[in-house]
Nanobody
Framework: QVQIVESGGGLVQPGGSLRLSCVVS????????MVWYRQAPGKPREFVAK???????NYRDSVKGRFTISRDNAKNTVYLQMNGLKPEDTAVYYC????????WGQGTQVTVSS
């Protein structure tokens, strides 16, 4: 059974950094684009960043210049380096592949607060 496991979240002060990891247990990891999403309380899940097979990336405007998505196909892992965190970045962060998304993982909680 294919699984997604996110990790690396935590409580951080404004301006701080975190590195999220997402491991996908599938032999076809390298053939898909990977996307990070987030969901704040009471809000719908939203797109954060995407990395396609050739390494090209794109980001939602509010995180450009602060977040960096990367992938290690040998480890079936996608990362999200988050710098300059703001309180509005507080959310549960999820990853998934596109197209043909898998079942969602449990996510990892990121809380930005002083």
């Amino acid at each position: 059974q294919v699984q997604i496991v996110e990790s690396g979240g935590g409580l951080v002060q404004p301006g701080g950094s975190l590195r999220l990891s997402c491991v996908v247990s599938t032999s076809t990891f390298s053939t898909y684009a990977m996307v990070w999403y987030r969901q704040a309380p009471g809000k719908p899940r939203e797109f954060v960043a995407k990395i396609i097979r050739d390494g090209n990336t794109n980001y939602r405007d509010s995180v450009k210049g602060r977040f960096t998505i990367s992938r290690d196909n040998a480890k079936n892992t996608v990362y999200l380096q988050m710098n300059g965190l703001k309180p509005e970045d507080t959310a549960v962060y999820y990853c998934n592949r596109v197209p043909e998304p898998l079942g969602w993982g449990q996510g990892t909680q990121v809380t930005v607060s002083s």
